[in-house]
Every structure is written in structure tokens, then in C-alpha cells.
């Protein structure tokens, strides 16, 4: 076969025809373009173009997150994690259970929906320093794109992703039921259970990651920021100062449990207002970062104030107050919920009534 080709190649291959191609081709680069004339532009700064922008940089921002290897792989792990759990999980004494999707839902959803949300506090600051890492700031800043579109594409990608990742526990489960031989899915549960439990934790963490990541200028300050927020935080409401009120702890929602009888039972209404809460919470923090957002060079604190102050018009500050009344009138309807409606006990409540049992 290489002698074959050899020969063909021999015969066949015309090396003045190569020159002679070579010459014409660097002649044409040699060649001097002449404009046939001047172009009129026309700029336009319009709502549908405001739309047309906002939606191509959703576009660019969402690829940018779901294309990064790091996403994939940490997605791939808590993929094979969670199928190592379930399978663990779904025996006793070495007897498997039968796979019903209450069963399911809980397992798969509270494995990977680690993975998702240290992917969002990721990729929350990587939204926001994105340009300034690969340096291209300086350009990407002085584009003729509003404040608006440039935030408002960032949160709205990372909410797409979040989207994905909730479909994705969904195609998870689904997918080892049917390895499994069990086919009856229950779809209504799986996906009430996760659009109402998990995309709203989702929500509240890209929310406050890209809250903290807009104020501080350091990525890697950023990402401990949100860590101890998440983790120190709750360490130290609830042990030390034995604060267990979902209303004060950040993004607490009090567990329920998913039975096979009575299904999600009384607990999922409690639950929306609660996550509303906290969904109007981060929502406020969210505006309050836009008049923050930052455009080409880094300012100082004071700079700033200054450009935060010119950025509070009547609109942004009418849009404000409109949050903050919802997100009062949800925390007020939760607290009646909570104590007057029901009795929800703080701190160590369960630690007295054991100890008031075992002196009767």
C-alpha cells in the first residue's frame, strides 16, 4: 500500500503547478482592497433591540457555564455518586427494595443537589469575573449595551442552568428505574418535589453568591464569603445561639417527609411561603448589586458609592420598595403560619420535652 502510494504520488503530483498555485495565492494576499464606498449606520437603541441584546448574552452566558470542562466533570461526579448511593441505599441485609419514586425522588435529589449547588456558587463568580479573567473587560465594558441587559443575561443563564440541573435529577431517576425494571415514574411527583424543594434552593444560592461575587472584587474572597455564610452562619445560629426559626436562618426551609399513602401531605403550602421568602430576600440583594454592577476599571469603595448613587432612579428604587412589600407580606403570612397558626418551637424545645419525659 505505501509503495502503491508512493508511485501515485511520483507520477501524479506536479511541483511547478504547486509554485505556480503558491504565487497566485500570495499575489491575491498582495492585492489592495479598494472600498466601493461608505457604509450609513445607523444606531438604534430601541426595547426590541434591548431584548435582542439581553437574549444573546443569555445565549452566550449559558454556553459559556454548561462548555466549561470543570461543570461537566463535577456533574459527571455527582451523576455516579448519586447512582453509588441509590444503589447502596435501596437494600437491607442485602434484600433490595422495590424502586417506588417517593423512595427515589429523596435519594437522588439529596445526593446531586450538593453537586449543583457548589456548581452555581462557581459559576456564580465566574459570571461576574468571566471578562476580567480572560482580560477582555475593556472592550466587553464599552460595548453600547445597557447595565441592565449585561446583568440581568448573567442571573438569567445561571437560572437556565439551575432549570437544567433540576431537569437533570429528573432524567436521573428516572433513567435507574427503568435500569432497574420499574416503570411506573409518577412523573407529577418528581417533578412537584423538585420545582417546589430543590430549584428554589437553587434560586436563593446563585442569588446571594452573585450578590457577594458583585461586591467584592476578589473571586477567591468571594467564594469563602459565600462558603461561610452557608456554613458558619448556620453553625452559629443554631449551636450557639440555639436558633432554629426557618424565618432567621438563611434559606432554612423545615424538613417534611414524602410518603407513599398521603403523598406530599399539608407540608408543601408552608413550604412555598417560606421559599418565596427567601427568593424575595436574595431578590432584593440582587437589585441592590445592580446599582453596584461595575464597568471597566476597578474603583475604590468611595468611587463606587458615588456611581451606585447616580444609578438610583425613581424606577429602580419604585421596583425595590415592590420587593421588599412582597417579601414582608410573605415573611408576615410565614410567621403566622409558624406561630400563630401552628406551634413551631425554637431552639432546644425537643431537648426540655425529652427531659420533662424521663422525670414524669
Not at 443537589?113 to 456558587?121: E, G, R
Not at 399539608?266 to 417560606?274: D, I, N, Q, R, T
Not at 476597578?298 to 468611587?303: P, R, T, V
Amino acid at each position: 500500500m505505501g509503495v502503491a502510494i508512493f508511485f501515485v504520488t511520483l507520477f501524479k503530483f506536479s511541483y511547478k503547478g504547486f509554485l505556480a498555485c503558491k504565487k497566485k495565492s500570495s499575489k491575491e494576499d498582495n492585492e489592495v482592497f479598494e472600498a466601493g464606498g461608505l457604509m450609513n449606520i445607523v444606531q438604534s437603541f430601541s426595547k426590541k433591540v434591548q431584548r435582542e441584546n439581553l437574549s444573546s448574552l443569555c445565549k452566550i452566558e449559558f454556553l459559556s457555564t454548561v462548555k466549561k470542562s470543570v461543570f461537566l466533570v463535577l456533574t459527571v461526579i455527582g451523576i455516579l455518586i448519586t447512582g453509588f448511593v441509590a444503589y447502596q441505599s435501596n437494600q437491607k441485609y442485602g434484600t433490595p427494595f422495590v424502586l417506588l419514586t417517593p423512595y427515589m425522588v429523596v435519594q437522588i435529589a439529596g445526593v446531586i443537589s450538593l453537586f449543583s449547588v457548589i456548581i452555581l456558587s462557581i459559576y456564580a463568580g465566574e459570571a461576574v469575573h468571566r471578562t476580567r479573567k480572560n482580560k477582555t473587560f475593556e472592550l466587553y465594558d464599552t460595548l453600547p449595551v445597557s447595565n441592565s441587559a449585561l446583568y440581568l443575561s448573567k442571573i438569567t443563564a445561571l437560572v437556565g442552568v439551575s432549570l437544567a440541573l433540576t431537569l437533570l435529577v429528573i432524567l436521573i431517576g428516572i433513567l435507574y428505574q427503568t435500569f432497574n425494571g420499574y416503570f411506573n415514574y409518577e412523573l407529577g411527583m418528581y417533578f412537584t418535589y423538585n420545582f417546589s424543594k430543590i430549584f428554589p434552593g437553587y434560586l436563593v444560592t446563585l442569588l446571594l453568591a452573585f450578590f457577594i461575587h458583585v461586591l467584592i472584587n476578589n473571586k477567591f474572597l468571594g467564594h469563602f464569603i459565600v462558603v461561610a455564610i452557608y456554613i458558619g452562619v448556620l453553625l452559629l445560629m443554631t449551636l450557639a445561639f440555639k436558633i432554629s426559626n426557618p424565618l432567621e436562618i438563611f434559606g432554612e426551609v423545615p424538613s417534611s417527609f414524602l410518603s407513599d399513602s398521603n403523598g406530599f401531605g399539608h407540608y408543601l403550602y408552608g413550604e412555598f411561603w417560606l421559599n418565596l421568602y427567601w427568593i424575595l430576600f436574595t431578590c432584593i440583594l440582587a437589585g441592590i448589586g445592580k446599582i453596584f454592577w461595575n464597568r471597566g476599571f476597578f474603583l475604590f469603595a468611595k468611587e463606587r458609592c458615588t456611581s451606585a448613587r447616580q444609578r438610583l432612579t425613581g424606577k429602580t428604587i419604585a421596583y425595590t420598595l415592590l420587593v421588599v412589600v412582597a417579601f414582608i407580606s410573605a415573611g408576615t403570612h410565614s410567621f403566622y403560619n409558624l406561630k400563630i397558626l401552628n406551634q413551631f418551637e425554637d431552639g432546644d424545645c425537643s431537648e426540655k420535652v425529652s427531659a420533662d419525659s424521663e422525670e414524669d
